[in-house]
């Protein structure tokens, strides 16, 4: 099959033909439609993010169909569109697996980091990590459902009830929660790069009822805000942002270092908390939910030998919505 390889942090991905993996235990071979990309993939690709398989296949929103089986994996059926995102495997026995929270567990494993992903023509997953994706979603506008999508429906979860919601970084994660936001009668406050006018026409277009700059303050005290932007210096900006009793939700899974600031900031029983990607009961309730909302993503396709100029593009914030990896010449199957 072909694939896009990281040989190593810092290279560009090089196009390979590789073997088919083969479906182990509770694993299922899936032939890949589509795969968004994400920033994650930019902290993996930069090094930022340090436990990395090598050689890799990154990519971890796979929308494809299950085509083979492997021993034990009867939850999966053969033909079923399934996804897959970053929660790849965890150990199922210890107090977090045990109780619901599977994404803190110790010995979680990621799709596309620590287990190959899908920017390639087939992929391996653990039936048990893998969710059907909603009939009438194309397998492009599923594709940003499975980090994007997920990570923002986690992050709005955390958020609470708060009825004034500012978000920091208008991109993939933030037109997708922007959307069910508005669903759930939210009022929006969406926060750019300063003078970043595209992204802050987007938000407009996404139902944003304010935008400005990041450092701007809202015409109203926020009730909480989710950081998508990998920025520490938002962090005290949001606690400015918000009212007491307030929470500042950190979206992201890497975030440059948070300055310090003075205790008034977080005073009032203000939050800071980090969201760390999704359990499988969000995965679950979200994908029940978009078609609901409806939530309708807006995607930048790029064909599969693409991938690097995709990923340079995410990084100059030139992708409208989210990008997404396209796998194409795969639709004859080898089996
Ligand atoms: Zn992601
Ligand atoms: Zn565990």
């Not at 040989?7 to 235990?25: F, H, I, Q, S, T």
């Not at 398989?53 to 971890?60: C, E, Q, S, V």
């Not at 935008?211 to 005290?236: C, K, M, Q, T, Y």
């Amino acid at each position: 099959m072909q694939a896009m390889i990281l040989d190593a942090p810092g290279k560009p991905l090089r196009l390979a033909e590789v073997p088919v993996p083969e479906p182990g235990r509770n694993q299922v071979l899936i032939r890949v439609h589509a795969c968004g990309i994400c920033r994650t993939d930019l902290h993996i690709l930069d090094g930022e993010l340090k436990d990395p398989k090598l050689p890799l296949i990154m990519g971890h929103q796979i929308v494809g169909t299950v085509e083979r089986a492997g021993d034990q994996s009867g939850q999966c059926q053969l033909g079923q569109r399934v996804g897959v995102s970053w929660l790849g495997a965890s150990c199922g026995r210890c107090k977090q697996c045990l109780t619901g929270r599977e994404n803190l567990c110790d010995q979680a494993r990621f799709t596309g980091y620590q287990i190959d992903g899908g920017f390639a023509e087939y992929a391996v997953a653990d039936c048990h990590f893998c969710f059907l994706i909603p009939d009438g979603y194309p397998d492009l506008q599923a594709a940003p459902l499975l980090c994007a999508g997920l990570i923002g429906y986690r992050s709005l979860c955390m958020a609470g009830e708060a009825e004034h919601l500012g978000i920091y970084g208008f991109g993939a994660a933030a037109h997708i929660v922007a959307q069910v936001a508005r669903h759930q009668g939210r009022k929006i406050y969406a926060f750019t790069r300063p003078g970043d006018a595209q992204a802050q026409q987007f938000a407009l277009e996404m139902g944003a009822d304010w935008v400005g700059g990041s450092l701007e303050r809202p015409p109203v005290p926020l009730d909480a805000a989710i950081i998508f932007a990998p920025v520490g210096e938002l962090v005290p900006a949001a606690l400015k942002a918000v009212a007491k009793g307030g929470t500042v939700v950190c979206g992201g899974i890497y975030m440059s270092d948070i300055p310090s600031f003075p205790y008034e900031l977080l005073w009032g029983e203000r939050v800071v908390r980090s969201v760390a990607n999704l359990t499988r009961k969000d995965g679950l309730e979200f994908l029940a939910l978009a078609p609901k909302v409806p939530v309708r993503t807006e995607v930048q396709p790029f064909p599969l030998e693409q991938a690097n100029d995709a990923l340079e593009a995410l990084r100059r914030g030139e992708i409208h919505g989210a990008g997404v990896i396209e796998v194409r010449g795969s639709s004859e199957s080898e089996y």
